[in-house]
């Protein structure tokens, strides 16, 4: 079978730094409750780049680092809960501003699991094609989405976008294995840019922006059983002992949640990177934000990775990879 490998990781994220500080000068809330509860110290607001124009600065860098020419790409896929619009893809905005004109280009959604299944997919459909190169992106502008007045959810979220480039017939094979689990049972747990039908006609209120609403607790609950569990599922459909992992790189919303699920698989914390502290979570963008400046620190080649998501859905991926 061809062998699919992760060539780079890149990141972006918009200038403005908001720090907890600030945000107490706008709402009802402090540093001491919001770094305690999360870890979280700060995060990036995007005040003019829509989540488009983020993911085309991680696309540019990708090509640029891995000396790619743009026709190479024969893929792009973007994972986003905050997508510039509901059509175009973002990911069509991305090809073409990328002048990547043989790349197929479409966008899904499964949240803060979306990079994981973006990279499903693309390996999968790169083992059955001619592409060379893929790039698969997780990107959000999530400040466009929350309640500046609803202090429960405001506080947690940031702005980002990063991704990997993915090459078809390398020599070193990066995908190791997956497991993928969706409980659309507890979808209302966390909803998100939610449009209704029009009730009557013509419609006599047309309300179309809802915003970011989650019930935290129910989420904390979830992440802190699920995880472990896709975690452990997929080391051990692929006999891999968790031991034997060099790092876990989970989705960063909680430090809590993250320690609560290293000790749940008997992992040392410092398997477990961590940089909510900067950026907040930022959804589908955390778990390659993490991998790029894990990349940037030191050299990732030969190391076993498990990387794990889960959001809106709700959705939960794990992935076994390797560089
Ligand atoms: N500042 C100050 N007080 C606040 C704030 C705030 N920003 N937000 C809520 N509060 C208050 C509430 O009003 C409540 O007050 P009350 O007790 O008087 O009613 C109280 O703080 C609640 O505090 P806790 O019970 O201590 O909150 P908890 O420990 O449950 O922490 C949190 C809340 C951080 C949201 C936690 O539940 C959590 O992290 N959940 C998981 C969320 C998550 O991971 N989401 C991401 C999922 S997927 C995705 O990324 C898209």
């Not at 009802?28 to 999360?38: A, L, N, P, Q």
């Not at 780049?49 to 000396?67: G, P, R």
Request: charged fraction near 20%; include cysteine; proline fraction near 4%.
């Amino acid at each position: 079978m061809k062998k699919v490998q992760i060539k780079k990781f890149a990141s972006y994220a918009p200038q403005l730094t908001v720090s907890n500080d600030d945000l107490s000068k706008i709402m009802d809330t402090s540093d001491e409750w919001i770094s305690s509860r999360t870890g979280i110290k700060q995060r990036r607001i995007s005040l003019t780049e829509n989540t488009s124009d983020l993911c085309l600065q991680v696309a540019q860098k990708l090509i640029k680092q891995a000396h790619v020419n743009p026709a190479e790409v024969g893929l792009i896929i973007v994972a986003t809960m905050s997508p510039d619009a509901a059509t175009p893809s973002t990911s069509a905005l991305v090809q073409g501003k990328l002048h990547a004109e043989n790349a197929l280009a479409f966008d899904i959604s499964a949240a803060c699991s979306g990079f994981i299944y973006g990279l499903e997919i693309a390996q999968k459909m790169m083992r059955q094609s001619t592409y060379k190169y893929a790039i698969v992106i997780g990107g959000e502008v999530l400040s466009k989405e929350v309640d500046w007045t609803d202090r429960t959810c405001a506080v947690l979220f940031g702005d980002g976008a990063a991704g990997a480039l993915l090459e078809n017939d390398a020599v070193q094979e990066s995908f190791y294995g997956t497991d993928t689990k969706v409980v659309g049972d507890l979808n209302g747990d966390l909803v998100a840019g939610q449009t209704n039908p029009i009730q009557e006609f013509p419609p006599a209120d047309f309300t179309v922006f809802h915003p970011f609403k989650m019930d935290g607790r129910a989420v904390y609950k979830f992440a802190t059983s699920e995880v472990p569990a896709s975690i452990l599922r997929v080391c051990k459909a692929n006999r891999l002992q968790p031991d034997e992992v060099d790092y876990f790189v989970l989705h960063q919303a909680n430090y809590k949640i993250i320690k609560s699920i290293a000790k749940k698989i008997k992992q040392p914390i410092e398997k477990f990177p961590m940089n909510m502290d900067k950026y907040g979570n930022t959804s589908a963008a955390s778990i390659p934000l993490m991998l790029t400046e894990l990349a940037e620190k030191e050299n990732l080649e030969g190391k076993t990775i498990v990387i794990s998501g889960f959001g809106g859905g709700l959705t939960i991926g794990s992935q076994i990879i390797k560089l």
